[in-house]
């Protein structure tokens, strides 16, 4: 049973077979989890573009992982958008929302660490204007596990940048969320059959568990 | 009516207009158009990856797009994938399906003109591993007209990364198309609320003959 | 007479004018000025990596455009460091000096206005790692004038990323500057021939000057 | 002794040495090498932009870099020009030089071996347009050896994207070639001061035999 079942009928499924498309890759061994846009804008009903529906289950998924992440030393990147809102700043998004700084503050349960950097960005990818990639080329990852909101929007955007650039990608399913269910679902699909792995956050865990450094090393 | 409306439900609007999204776009003065991967392997179910059932409506409806943008003397630019078959290149695209030479040949009933750039690209975008860019530059276009295969896929990666770097973007609605039905409609749903203008092709149409430059004009 | 003359042997100049480099491009109609690092760190002799000899003399020049640039309602932009000092963030800068957050404060005479973005960035291009490039095509500008600091340095990588991606670039000599005497000419030889022009300041200012808007348009 | 001795004063060293620039970086431990433009073009005098003087002594260092890094090997990609002529693709480039197809056809001392790309440009930079970077992280590249021509020119846009991406970069002074003597010897001494290392051939040879895979592996 795939999320996606109740939406894509049969038919569209031919076709991807036909084009061997989905299927599972085998995971690097050098990961990073990048967590996009968990602020209070997009997290919570409250606000104009958020979804507290879909938002707070995906904060909770995402704490489980980042904790499991840290254990295992894994890099991890925040990103969230800038408080200017200049024109050109502002630039085609189709969206009329006066975005209050407040908006952009991540919730604090997800609060970044001192060593975690918060990357700002204006468009829908994390590696839109962002140092994003050439920090993941100094850690030498292989393999990006992409969480945050929202799965069709700025998630998508970062899978599809990451996936050009020959990054491994991960996404655990409870770890995204968006503002329209079948937006959520199909982006899902999307993603699974030709950019990256949708997986159950378990099998996420149980990978990082797998990359935790023994006592030793730890204390290095 | 929109295309999209018997997949996305009214609980999924809801949320949309919360935050303002849709709605449309003035169009620009310097359009130009893209017509991404309308190569036999995607538009011919004769090949693993094709479609002829959204694809062959597809070439119509670019052939009569085309047509008027060469009368209005638009730049137009074509992609289609690279014929090597090395691992890094095909990269980590989750499809095993082994790429016939002729697949990336452009279908003959939309033959690229010699003085039309054909780009080749081996990820999702028109801009990723291209020049598009800095040819949008030269040209000083502010608007880009997207068409081709899939909707999804290609075409909405160029779309995202269009719209990220401050382009007006319209998609014809005719002249794109996909493998599945729902990832079609979603897709369209998905930009024409957050990225670009998802429009009638007869008022794209219009749009270029208001840009045919006067008899006196063309022949200098 | 060129800065150049001194350090550039005939010998080489003869094969550049073989290969019919150099020569000078007219320029375009929407300009935009960048202000390369222009902060105490980098203007200022009492930091490591700063020169007073020829940073306060491109102070006083680039003040002097900056003026004519906002009479004539050219945009205007900014770049400066990071205040970070991860070692990612540090990357591979061949420098070992502590950056102190002073240091990467713009000096007050050329303190931006407040709809005058400051890009902070972390490589040596203004594009690299920041939204310069999407700013630049939602004002349609043509015709780049890249000022600051060091010549060789941040400037230099500037001019090539802006070349690269189409625009016409121009360096007004005396608002550039280098903590080498050699580095500094040789740099402009080298982009003067192939990718830029570098002109006397008050050519430029003439240039701008041409783009004044008239008093009617102002008050609109 | 440094190539740049002759024409870097002390008083310029003075001002890099304050900034703690310069000095040796450890080389990782996954090296690629690129070899720039080594094309009829550049290389041979009887072309406009072409540097027999320069150009041949490069290819026969090259050679011998070649040949230890395919027996270690390493992953080896080429670039040259594309051979189209419109104004678009030409862009900014100050050259009247029309150029001859055969002057993008790589000497044949260089032969690209069928499994290493040619990756086509229309820039300066090996990484502008083109998919080298992604190519870089399928393979898991840490270090890059750059080479070929010109010094002041690919090669250094080049060098200064690979830094800026956060590659460790290692530049075979013997491999590398300009058409001006005095560009030659400061891009090589602004580079080894701020973005990479400068080094003997034979050093960068000695690094690559240790990579060279036991006799065992290389059966496989």
Not at 6 to 30: C, H, M, W
Not at 180 to 206: C, I, Q, W
Request: hydrophobic share 40%; charged share 25%; proline share 6%.
């Amino acid at each position: 049973m795939a999320i996606w079942d109740d939406v894509i009928p049969e038919s569209d499924l031919k076709n991807f077979r036909k084009a061997q498309y989905g299927g599972e890759t085998e995971l690097g061994s050098k990961p990073a989890i990048v967590v996009v846009d968990m602020s209070w804008g997009f997290v919570d009903s409250r606000y104009g573009r958020g979804n507290s529906e879909q938002g707070w289950p995906a904060v909770r998924a995402i704490q489980r992982l980042l904790e499991r992440g840290r254990e295992a030393g894994v890099p991890i990147f925040f990103t969230t958008g800038y408080n200017d809102t200049s024109d050109a700043s502002h630039g085609r998004w189709k969206s009329a929302v006066a975005p209050d700084p407040v908006e952009n503050d991540i919730v604090p349960e997800l609060a970044p660490r001192p060593d975690e950097p918060v990357l700002r960005k204006r468009r829908a990818s994390a590696f839109f204007g962002t140092d994003l990639l050439e920090f993941l080329i100094y850690h030498g990852i292989d393999t990006l596990i992409v969480t945050g909101m929202t799965t069709s929007g700025c998630v998508r955007a970062t899978v599809v940048d990451a996936f050009s650039y020959n990054y491994i990608v991960v996404i655990p399913e409870e770890c995204v969320g968006d503002r329209g269910v079948v937006s959520h679902k199909v982006s899902l699909f999307d993603m699974h059959m030709k950019y990256a792995d949708v997986l159950p956050l378990e099998r996420v865990l149980s990978y990082l568990a797998e990359r935790r450094p023994a006592a030793a090393a730890v204390s290095s």
